[in-house]
């Protein structure tokens, strides 16, 4: 048996101030920070989980989640891979909008829509991200929008890649990320429908554990809390 753990990152300061943050680049809460200190814990006191990465964003919040998680489970040396393509859905322009301020110029509906639905694609912002962690990648990859299947598609060939390949030989595995890019991931390895995943909810900094057979089917998945 090998396990997975999922954690998004403690509550960042668009969190806090209910925007939407995407690609946009915040830093944790001192809230945030706790309480990835306290999923480090938590974690922790698995006993059995014995990762051999750490795989995260590129985003400052997810990384400074899962250095506070490295620190406090004493795994600072374990190598931690950094990819863009667990970076959070990209909210296009809805970027740095209040989320109350969305309901209220688009409709509840189609805001309900557009973070939730599968295949639905918030406005799309007028060019790509200019950011130099992004500048060697080819221009034509980076998003402007996406769905939460588009961000799925993205993802997919990361975790098959360096995530899965590593589970399928034994080896525990570690993925610090964001609400939708683990939606994404979660409905994929849950095999969940089109229309559940809208009910899925992934609270900040609470970690998701999965144990998997050899085949990579799931065993057991338990949520930590407390």
Not at 179 to 191: D, F, N, T, V
């Given at each position: 048996m090998v396990k997975l753990v999922l954690v998004r990152h403690g509550e960042s300061i668009a969190n806090q101030q209910n925007v939407y943050t995407g690609w946009n680049d915040v830093p944790l809460t001192p809230k945030g920070q706790e309480q990835a200190r306290r999923a480090g814990q938590l974690i922790q006191q698995l006993g059995d989980f014995n990762p051999t990465a750490i795989h995260t964003s590129v985003l400052s919040r997810a990384i400074m989640t899962a250095n506070i998680v490295a620190e406090t489970c004493d795994w600072l040396y374990l190598p931690l891979y950094k990819t863009w393509r667990l970076n959070e859905r990209h909210y296009g322009a809805l970027r740095g909008l209040n989320k109350d301020v969305s309901r209220a110029v688009f409709g509840k509906e189609q805001v309900l829509e557009w973070r939730r639905g599968f295949d639905s694609v918030p406005p799309a912002q007028g060019s790509p991200v200019i950011d130099r962690r992004y500048a060697k990648?080819?221009?034509?990859?980076?998003?402007?929008?996406?769905?939460?299947?588009?961000?799925?598609?993205?993802?997919?060939?990361?975790?098959?890649?360096?995530?899965?390949?590593?589970?399928?030989?034994?080896?525990?595995?570690?993925?610090?990320?964001?609400?939708?890019?683990?939606?994404?991931?979660?409905?994929?390895?849950?095999?969940?429908?089109?229309?559940?995943?809208?009910?899925?909810?992934?609270?900040?900094?609470?970690?998701?554990?999965?144990?998997?057979?050899?085949?990579?089917?799931?065993?057991?998945?338990?949520?930590?809390?407390?």
């Open positions: 990648f080819d221009q034509r990859l980076m998003p402007r929008a996406e769905s939460l299947h588009q961000t799925q598609l993205r993802l997919l060939p990361y975790y098959e890649d360096q995530v899965a390949s590593r589970l399928v030989q034994g080896q525990d595995q570690l993925v610090v990320a964001h609400g939708s890019s683990l939606r994404a991931l979660i409905k994929y390895l849950e095999a969940i429908n089109d229309h559940d995943i809208i009910k899925l909810e992934v609270p900040n900094a609470e970690p998701i554990v999965y144990t998997f057979d050899q085949h990579l089917n799931i065993i057991h998945k338990e949520i930590l809390r407390g």
